[in-house]
């Protein structure tokens, strides 16, 4: 393994879900290349993620996005240090793609190979632009599949406080669009209707848990949003587009606020960070601020293109995966539901290259 002094530059590759993704990180925090081909507008045809759709543009698009990645960094294969893919949770056969991909540059470029777990790609997005963030810390991570609070004990090293009985935030948002005809992905299209309307216009509900104060519920208020709808169409009252959003918005943010700072107040640690598609969500971001600097915690976030996925956001994980000198063997597989926290269970190779284990944990 390389000594810290010397730099280290990955190529990562993210195919989890909708978008294709590619990067160049140096030393886990420099991001050199981020290239990103959505599928958003294809899939919005749908209301949704057609997998199969998924695969196949994946596989149309990841040598360009791939080239575009090197280009815009101006290096080339022989420059980087390892290759880095997203090989869980997500999508099987999109996710097969990525892994597909860098396995083959991998072996032919004779570089290591390191699996990223996405939902640790999400929270590692936090040190790309925050410089001075240095674990422990606690982070929010809210996507379209996962809402978890996490303490960060160190780096590769979690712990999960809490997370969602049934719903994601971010598939909330997405149901909820759909449920008033905003369409697909939910969490902007609701964003941007709930700036015309009044948070406080209907009180929906905010899950809670007895006895588990950090964990989540977003079925409930889903449901409470179809409810009201159906009853305004039962009495022939109108539909206020816009104050539905803002009153979900509000009763979704609102929870992940309170839990995110019980849990701040209970640690510790006193460094909160958030993550995932919706902490794009700008509510979410000025509350989380504002409740942080409440309680004298310190608040970090990723810029919106990092929080939603992308490829620098896993080349920032794989740098400190190749620093403990961990890498997967040439058997590494998709995992669609790779739980966090397993990576910790890889093997570790040294030297770094030399076929392990699948590299995987299921
Ligand atoms: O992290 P991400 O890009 O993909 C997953 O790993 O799931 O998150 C996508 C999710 C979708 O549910 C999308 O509706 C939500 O993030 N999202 C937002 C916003 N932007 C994306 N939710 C609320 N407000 C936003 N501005
Ligand atoms: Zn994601």
């Avoid at 990223?116 to 790609?121: A, D, K, L, P, Q």
């Avoid at 963030?133 to 999960?160: M, N, R, W």
């Avoid at 397993?342 to 030297?351: D, I, Q, R, V, W």
């Amino acid at each position: 393994m390389k000594g810290r002094q010397e730099d280290v530059v990955i190529l990562a590759i993210e195919t989890s879900c909708d978008e294709t993704a590619a990067a160049v990180v140096r030393n886990g925090r420099e991001v050199l290349s981020n290239i990103i081909s959505s599928q958003i507008a294809l899939h919005t045809l749908y209301g949704g993620v057609v997998p199969e759709i998924a695969s196949r543009k994946h596989i149309e698009k990841i040598n360009q996005v791939i080239e575009g990645a090197l280009a815009e960094a101006e290096m080339a294969l022989e420059d980087m240090d390892a290759i880095a893919v997203t090989y869980g949770p997500g999508l099987v056969g999109a996710l097969l793609v990525g892994v597909a991909e860098a396995k083959a540059i991998a072996y032919a470029a004779k570089k290591p190979l390191i699996g990223v777990h996405h939902i640790e790609g999400h929270i590692n997005a936090n040190y790309i632009e925050n410089k001075d963030l240095e674990p422990p810390f606690l982070c929010l991570v809210v996507s379209g599949g996962h809402t978890h609070l996490v303490k960060v004990a160190d780096y590769g090293v979690y712990e999960i406080l809490g997370r969602t009985r049934d719903d994601a935030a971010g598939e909330a948002f997405d149901k909820v669009a759909r449920a008033i005809g905003l369409g697909y992905p939910g969490g902007p299209k609701i964003e941007r209707a709930a700036k015309e309307g009044n948070p406080d216009a209907i009180p929906f509900p905010k899950g809670k848990i007895a006895g588990h104060p950090y964990d989540f519920s977003f079925s409930g208020v889903k449901s409470a949003v179809l409810n009201y709808i159906n009853g305004c169409h039962m009495k022939n009252l109108p539909i206020v587009e816009a104050d539905i959003a803002a009153s979900f918005q509000k009763a979704v943010t609102d929870v992940l606020i309170e839990h995110a700072m019980a849990a701040a107040e209970e640690s510790e640690v006193k460094k909160m960070a958030i993550a995932g598609g919706v902490a794009a969500n700008t509510a979410l971001r000025t509350g989380m601020r504002a409740a942080c600097q409440e309680k004298g915690i310190e608040f970090y976030y990723p810029s919106p293109i990092f929080c939603t996925d992308n490829a620098a956001m896993i080349g920032a994980a794989a740098y400190y995966e190749y620093l403990s000198g961990k890498q997967a063997g040439w058997d590494l597989n998709a995992v669609p539901n790779l739980k966090l926290g397993c990576s910790l269970e890889m093997p570790a190779a040294s030297p770094l290259f030399i076929q392990t284990t699948n590299g995987g944990c299921h």
